[in-house]
């Protein structure tokens, strides 16, 4: 058996966490640059507010609902989700979590069976309500597939389920497969169930897991096609990955809090981006062969509607470094070669690939010492920087205005990863 532990309304419920008065009160938090809503409660929801609509489009109702509000404060969510995970750790065992999401991890439960599994589950939940204050749902099935089904049955109807839905018969799968509609099934998408509907007949998942394997291996694109209906069938097909421990690229990229036009700007937001690539190759002890540099415009207005063009370039390099001022001096001649003048850019990005393991890299006969002593700064400095925040120590190519950095005019305190903005009880 399977298990899926969901967070509900996760980027909310980290900001109720910390502002107790907005239980059962409408809350949405926003995308970038404070566009549009990404995360919503159950209460905003019964107000008519659609999710990934933009801000504007919502804000007469949020404000004659007086809606609470929040920019995407990404520090906090990604903190508290660090804590859910561990959680489960706890709980499951490391070899038994993959995490699906920031909000959202698969469980391995095949050594529990019969009533254990709705007793385990409910144990899950209460944990880690009670160890991180996150709400969670879960789902439990003989498959991934069905168990993100289930989950998703049990957060439809809180009160009924209790957020807690475990299929362990035959006869609880198909009941649950027939309230399913295709277009909510995990790996299909919109346009795909539409074609279901449309030349087979075919509307819920019920109808789905009856197709034989020839149809579905013809019609459903091979063998990802008939994994899903074997999945629907009760066969466990998807198995469980490996956590990683180091990622095979690195990437950071953000829209810019306005457009930008002068090349300095471009050149400070892509020694930042490098900056905080650079730490996350560091953390896992690797080094890069490959920078990527990307920036994106939109050269048609003074708004977002039209449809925005991305150019990139990348660089080979000499041989592959995880120092930043090293990065920075390969990606800033990419930066030059990429911009144009009149242009207005709305994002930009840099990506580290090639990945190797950092002592595998040959060093230098002739400047040992120095290569060592730079790789000891880099250390120095992103221990700096992660026990004071705010990148205390960068390199000047980054700048200190940051006129680019990005709109988050509604942010809440980033509780629980800086000492000033710690929540205080009076």
């Not at 953390?283 to 207005?301: E, K, M, P, Y």
Request: charged fraction near 25%; aromatic fraction near 8%.
């Amino acid at each position: 058996m399977k298990a899926v532990v969901d967070c509900n309304s996760f980027y909310c419920s980290c900001e109720r966490l910390f502002r107790p008065e907005l239980q059962n009160k409408p809350v949405v938090v926003l995308s970038n640059n404070d566009g549009c809503i990404i995360s919503r409660t159950d209460e905003a929801k019964e107000l008519g507010i659609k999710m990934g609509i933009p801000y504007y489009q919502a804000k007469e109702i949020i404000e004659r609902n007086e809606v609470a509000v929040f920019s995407s404060n990404y520090g906090l969510y990604g903190d508290m989700s660090r804590r859910v995970m561990d959680t489960l750790r706890t709980i499951a065992g490391p070899q038994n979590v993959e995490v699906y999401s920031v909000d959202e991890a698969f469980l391995d439960l095949d050594e529990v069976r019969g009533p254990q599994l709705y007793r385990l589950a409910a144990e899950i939940k209460d944990i880690i309500e009670q160890w991180t204050g996150i709400k969670v749902s879960v789902g439990v099935a003989p498959g991934k597939l069905l168990s993100k089904l289930a989950n998703r049955l049990a957060k439809k109807d809180k009160h009924g389920t209790g957020c807690i839905m475990v299929l362990d018969s035959r006869e609880k799968i198909s009941d649950a497969l027939q309230l399913t509609p295709v277009s909510d099934l995990w790996g299909v998408g919109t346009r795909y169930a539409e074609k279901l509907k449309d030349h087979w007949g075919i509307y819920d998942a019920y109808q789905l897991s009856t197709m034989n394997d020839t149809w579905a291996l013809k019609n459903l694109g091979g063998v990802t096609g008939l994994r899903l209906v074997r999945e629907l069938r009760g066969e466990s097909c998807m198995v469980m990955k490996e956590p990683l421990d180091t990622k095979k690229m690195i990437a950071t990229t953000r829209m810019f809090g306005r457009p930008v036009t002068q090349l300095t700007d471009l050149k400070e937001a892509v020694a930042t981006y490098i900056s905080r690539a650079a730490e996350k190759l560091r953390r896992q002890c690797s080094a890069a062969g490959i920078v990527h540099v990307f920036l994106v415009t939109n050269d048609h207005g003074p708004t977002y509607q039209y449809q925005p063009q991305t150019r990139g370039l990348f660089i080979t390099l000499p041989h592959p470094s995880s120092l930043t001022n090293d990065l920075i001096r390969h990606a800033i001649p990419l930066v030059e070669k990429l911009y144009q003048n009149g242009s207005r850019y709305l994002k930009a990005g840099v990506t580290l690939s090639a990945l190797v393991p950092d002592q595998s890299i040959q060093g230098n006969l002739f400047a040992p010492y120095i290569q060592n002593h730079r790789r000891m700064l880099m250390g120095a400095i992103d221990n700096v920087n992660f026990s004071m925040r705010d990148d205390v120590v960068k390199f000047c190519t980054a700048g200190s205005r940051k006129n680019w950095k990005m709109r988050q005019e509604l942010r809440s305190a980033r509780y629980s990863t800086r000492w000033n903005e710690v929540l205080q009880v009076q």
